[in-house]
């Protein structure tokens, strides 16, 4: 079927996706260019699911992933991102949090570095230094906790615990909704309870500071106000 009419080329290409193991080698360099070379529907289709692969067909190096990351395709191009975390390709992880910045693969780029960081300790240190980015857009800055809670590991707690104290309260609300999650659904990880403890006083200080601001405010009531 791989050979036959794109929608039937299509289906196959989307079964080997799904079972791999011995298949993958059916999805040779004839299958590979005919979908980059299908400029209908039927070949964007088949581009997004050459995108999403786990595995890369014998014979392509970057550049095919560089072509299907640049698709005219929007649909492609998500898929793409998403394939860079299937596939373990830890030389994207700066591109990726870049790409956390761009609403419209912001998604995709979080599920693909959580991927990766669940392979490998060693992206969520930098993940961390983009979250401490001061100059990146808070909302791009937020999907680092979002990822950390479907990382079930030490260095995801310590990580988060580590910036529990951010100034910025929507970014402490992300790393706290993680701690929760993490907490949750997560066994065998030390929560210090000592810095959540401390925390927990700092956010009750936080409180009453706003209550004490609230009584400033007009009550509605010229007479009460004078």
């Known amino acids: ?132 980015d001061e100059a990146g857009p808070p909302r791009a800055r937020a999907q680092i906790p979002r990822a950390l809670a479907t990382v079930p590991s030490q260095d995801s707690v310590d990580i988060l615990l580590k910036h529990l104290a951010t100034e910025e309260p929507f970014l402490r609300n992300e790393v706290l909704k993680a701690l929760g999650k993490l907490r949750s659904h997560s066994l065998g990880l030390d929560f210090d309870q000592k810095t959540v403890s401390q925390q927990i006083a700092v956010e009750v200080g936080r409180y009453f500071k706003l209550s004490a601001l609230e009584s400033l405010l007009p009550s509605g009531n010229p007479e009460a106000d004078l």
């Open 1 to 132: 079927m791989l050979a036959g009419k794109p929608a039937g080329r299509n289906a196959a290409l989307a079964f080997i996706s799904r079972e791999g193991g011995v298949l993958q080698d059916a999805v040779g360099r004839l299958v590979v260019e005919s979908v980059m070379a299908d400029r209908s529907d039927h070949g964007a289709a088949g581009r997004a699911i050459l995108a999403g692969l786990s595995w890369r067909p014998e014979g392509f190096d970057d550049a095919l992933w560089d072509r299907l990351l640049a698709d005219e395709d929007r649909q492609v191009v998500r898929a793409a991102v998403a394939g860079i975390g299937k596939r373990g390709e830890a030389g994207r992880v700066d591109w990726l949090l870049q790409s956390l910045c761009n609403p419209e693969l912001r998604v995709q780029a979080r599920g693909a570095l959580t991927d990766l960081a669940l392979a490998g300790p060693a992206v969520t240190a930098r993940m961390e230094s983009f979250f401490m």
